[in-house]
């Protein structure tokens, strides 16, 4: 058996579970596959008292614990390196319990103290063919989040979604509607986080499953995901310094389960509308954080000037106004770049002025501040001084001034002209 169906990986004692409780969900599926993971990520059954097992486990190790479902009693356990959630069997039996999962590769269930596998819908034979079936379609509806899940499922493990799960799913998708926004945007970002995920979106767009949170979804906007897959592959051959800082992020305080990069931003820039005001509109429905708003939105606003660059209007004034723009979005920016067709050398020698910090059009810092002004040239406070700093930025992008000192004789000829 793979190491995680051994409790010698697990954070605490056989000995402390019941002898009843069996280990289910992705995590059997996952050891039956050989896939291994960092951080653990247990769920057990028990017919009676998950909430009481929980607690007694969390009190031996001082964990964290907390109740998650007072009603259906599940609890869960947190690690330094991993979470355990128990739950209270549903149903009369551990199979009554396994028949209202979602999809039988995840109906398999381990009893670590004989090490036995209990496999009563064939999950194990799905898992050989490498095929995500549902269990029923009344489990489905009951969750319609199941719907989308299941293309996030089948990307994740590489899978196919056999015929009659993607038609009944079809059927089902104006269920979807019914989700919270938050739980929705988590798959999708899941979709949107690897390439992996573009096949299977575009699978799920064709069965029309995105059709009510993404009505305006088209056949182009699919071709550009896969245009960006492309892209990050190209910037990996060719400038693999850059291309690893898609991977990154904002400084902004990510909770586990969130996907957010800069590569999955470049991708969620092309499934919104290119009308900021709409995209803001939609980014706000998926109820995504502001900050991610933001980034995703300075994707937008600055496409149009990376554009007129790679047509050749490409002065320091209008590369300063790019990386004003764009800010770190500019990450993004570049392989949305790469994807809609603009050569590689044109944004090499905007990447270049990106990853040097002294570059004064990417980079630009005050040689003057308002103080300055206010002191030395004799002006009052108001928006007038704001707009002489942003004057000296370009001067000084575009090479005019260099120093403090050149700042301040250009903008008191630019205050008596």
Not at 259 to 266: E, I, N, V, Y
Not at 317 to 324: G, M, P, S, T, V
Not at 362 to 374: F, N, S, W
Request: proline residues 6%.
């Amino acid at each position: 058996m793979s190491s995680v169906l051994s409790p010698q990986t697990w954070p605490f004692e056989l000995s402390l579970l019941p002898e009843s409780a069996h280990l289910v969900g992705g995590s059997v599926r996952d050891a039956l596959l050989g896939r291994k993971a960092d951080y653990l990520d247990l769920d057990f059954v028990v017919p009676c008292q998950a909430v009481e097992t929980a607690r007694a486990i969390a009190r031996h190790y001082g964990a964290g614990f907390v109740v998650l479902d007072p009603q259906n009693q599940i609890a869960r356990v947190v690690f330094p390196q991993a979470t355990v959630d128990f739950a209270q069997q549903v149903g009369d039996s551990l199979e009554s319990d396994l028949h209202r999962r979602d999809f039988t590769v995840n109906a398999i269930a381990y009893h670590p103290h004989t090490e036995q596998v209990f496999d009563p819908l064939g999950g194990c034979a799905d898992l050989e063919r490498r095929v995500l079936r549902m269990i029923a379609a009344d489990n489905l509806a009951d969750d319609p989040l199941r719907l989308l899940r299941a293309y996030r499922q089948a990307a994740q493990l590489d899978f196919t979604l056999d015929e009659p799960t993607r038609s009944t799913i079809h059927e089902l998708a104006p269920l979807l509607g019914k989700v919270a926004a938050e739980r929705v945007r988590g798959e999708l970002d899941s979709l949107l986080s690897k390439p992996e995920g573009t096949p299977l979106m575009k699978l799920a767009w064709e069965d029309d499953v995105l059709c009510t949170w993404l009505p305006n979804l088209s056949a182009v906007q699919i071709r550009q995901l896969a245009a960006v897959d492309a892209a990050a592959a190209q910037l990996q051959e060719h400038c693999p310094g850059f291309a690893a800082l898609l991977s990154g992020w904002i400084k902004e305080q990510t909770p586990p389960g969130f996907h957010r990069s800069w590569f999955k931003a470049a991708k969620l820039s092309r499934i919104l509308s290119p009308d900021v005001d709409i995209a803001e509109t939609e980014l706000t429905h998926f109820k995504y954080s502001r900050a991610e708003q933001q980034a995703v939105l300075a994707i937008l606003r600055s496409w149009e000037v990376l554009q007129a660059i790679a047509q050749g209007d490409d002065a320091p004034r209008q590369q300063y106004q790019l990386f004003k723009t764009a800010g770190n979005s500019f990450i993004a920016l570049v392989l949305v770049g790469l994807a809609e067709g603009i050569p590689l050398p044109v944004l090499t020698q905007l990447i270049e002025r990106f990853l040097n910090p002294a570059d004064p059009v990417a980079h630009p810092h005050a040689l003057v501040t308002g103080r300055d002004l206010i002191q030395q040239l004799g002006l009052r406070p108001g928006p007038h001084i704001g707009q002489l700093l942003a004057a000296a930025e370009i001067a000084h992008a575009e090479g005019t001034i260099t120093t403090s000192a050149e700042a301040l004789t250009w903008l008191g000829q630019q205050v008596h002209r």
